[in-house]
């Protein structure tokens, strides 16, 4: 919309860039107030702030139309070039999930409207390691998908060398 808006008051000097990350790392949804009863987190996989960050940077330095930032990002962004309802129908199912915690917290929070966030002031938000677990559980479950298949194309092979023969 902000690209129009240059282009129709004549303003072909101003580049809008736009920086797409994946989840951050950050301490936002503690912070951030909550009137569901439940725990709120970010969707893995996380980038780190840091990372964020230096994209923004370099941007600014090189502008470019669109950045995208974190290790599903540029996935998302393939998927849902190919298969568009088929990617907002998972994300939407995922992102109850993924968001929100199991259990009920407790009361609702105003989180850090009405004060600061004082000693919990914090750029990390402590989840990357809950992400490198889930990151190697993907791949071992992938590299047993792929062995799984592997040994279901060689068995099916076999049969078919045992009919021909």
């Not at 809008?16 to 439940?38: E, I, M, Q, S, Y």
């Not at 190919?82 to 993924?98: I, M, N, Q, S």
Request: glycine fraction near 12%; charged fraction near 25%; charge should be positive.
């Amino acid at each position: 919309m902000l690209r129009e808006e240059l282009l129709l008051l004549g303003e072909p000097g101003i580049k809008v860039c736009t920086v797409l990350p994946t989840g951050v790392d950050t301490p936002f949804f503690r912070h951030a107030a909550n009137h569901t009863g439940r725990s709120l987190r970010s969707l893995p996989p996380m980038a780190t702030p840091e990372r964020i960050a230096r994209a923004v940077v370099r941007t600014a330095r090189r502008p470019r139309r669109r950045r995208l930032v974190g290790p599903y990002a540029r996935l998302l962004a393939v998927a849902q070039a190919a298969a568009p309802v088929l990617v907002r129908r998972t994300v939407g199912r995922r992102a109850d999930r993924a968001y929100f915690g199991a259990g009920t917290e407790g009361e609702a929070t105003s989180g850090i409207l009405d004060e600061p966030s004082g000693t919990s002031a914090a750029v990390h938000g402590g989840r990357r390691a809950g992400w490198r677990t889930f990151a190697r559980r993907a791949v071992a479950a992938a590299l047993l998908g792929a062995v799984g298949a592997g040994r279901v194309l060689r068995s099916a092979r076999l049969r078919e060398g045992f009919r021909a023969g």
